[in-house]
């Protein structure tokens, strides 16, 4: 399935049925008075998180949604139906913004305004409001006005554009520059099948896989390759940095086999500070990847290098060979539970990597 993770639609609710002005009518009735019903209420767009989605693609072929207008009321009393609802369904983690732009502006996101952020499955929102109906001529005869004539439209539709954003909910997630060994790193530690190649911006697109750990698991996500400049839109741009936010941890891979390790991760480093949203302050884990081409010499110079640049402990991994895979992945189980409870004992969830 083809990976989106932004759409616009045009959604339109519906409006309410007008009223009835009708009167009775029935043989040796001669004043039966004004039994017009009432209008139904139109039809509302809603969007809800559901769970099974990880995309907005089926927006890429239906961008108009528009709801069921209230029946009319009638004669005897009748009310009309009311408009049918449309419920849109996306994937948890879609954030939903008002869109003012002119057709012909820049994706700039300076003419939008936020209305809701969907993190949880089973969260729904009301993006437009169906009209309410209009009254029937019963509800306007009085003492002094036995017969009146007068009966309520119903309220207009709601028209509105507004813009998906999707930014992927998981547990972990994968930084680093191009050609880091992130997807090769994720493919052998879950099921996922991403593109492996030997290339920069193999991966275009987030993948997810789930990590078995002892009886429980998480979520870690191969976000693409960034770049010098990413959060101004270089590259594949900020709106894969957004992804970032929504992790808990983060496993920054580092190329071994690279001219200058050090330099590429302040480079990855400082984009995530440019961009913002806290994502400098999110846990990491720093691993030098790609050790299976290098000799114990050149693996201990450059673990050492990237202990005294970053001030945090490297591990060295391969995730071709599988060295030091079952370490990182028993720190990144620590950093998800300490997220997801804090009081877990962290002794007895080590054992689910021992070898």
Not at 182 to 202: C, E, G, M, N, Q
Not at 249 to 270: E, I, K, N, Y
Request: net charge negative; charged share 25%.
């Amino acid at each position: 399935m083809k990976f989106q993770d932004q759409a616009r639609v045009y959604i339109q609710s519906g409006a309410g049925g007008n009223g009835s002005p009708s009167f009775r009518r029935e043989k040796y009735i001669e004043f039966g008075g004004p039994d017009g019903g009432d209008g139904g209420y139109g039809g509302s767009v809603y969007v809800e998180a559901v769970d099974g989605l990880n995309t907005l693609v089926d927006f890429r072929f239906q961008q108009h949604f528009k709801a069921g207008r209230g029946g009319h009321g009638a004669g005897r009393n009748r009310t009309g139906a009311n408009g049918e609802d449309i419920v849109l369904h996306v994937p948890a983690g879609t954030e939903i913004f008002e869109d003012f732009e002119d057709y012909d502006d820049a994706d700039d996101g300076a003419d939008e305004f936020p209305i809701a952020d969907l993190t949880h499955v089973g969260q729904t929102v009301c993006l437009a409001q169906g009209g309410r109906g209009g009254r029937g001529n019963l509800h306007f005869k009085s003492s002094t006005n036995r017969a009146p004539r007068r009966a309520d439209s119903g309220e207009p539709s709601m028209e509105l554009r507004v813009r998906l954003q999707l930014k992927l909910i998981a547990d972990a997630g994968l930084i680093g520059l191009p050609n880091a060994g992130k997807s090769t790193f994720l493919a052998a530690v879950t099921r996922a099948k991403p593109k492996i190649a030997d290339y920069p911006f193999t991966t275009l697109n987030p993948a997810l896989g789930v990590v078995a750990a002892g009886d429980d698991e998480f979520v870690l996500a191969d976000l693409p390759g960034l770049i010098e400049g990413a959060h101004e839109g270089i590259g594949l741009g900020d709106r894969f940095l957004g992804h970032v936010e929504r992790c808990g941890v983060l496993l920054h891979l580092v190329d071994g086999t690279a001219d200058d390790p050090v330099v590429a991760w302040h480079t990855v480093r400082h984009e995530l500070e440019a961009y913002g949203h806290d994502l400098v302050d999110k846990p990491e884990i720093l691993a030098l990847n790609k050790i299976d081409a290098l000799d114990e010499n050149a693996i201990a110079e450059q673990t050492a290098a990237l202990e005294a640049a970053s001030g945090r402990k490297v591990l060295a991994i391969s995730g071709v060979a599988g060295r030091g895979v079952p370490g990182v992945l028993r720190d990144i189980h620590d950093q998800v539970l300490r997220g997801r409870k804090p009081e877990e004992d962290e002794d007895a969830v080590r054992k689910a990597f021992l070898p």
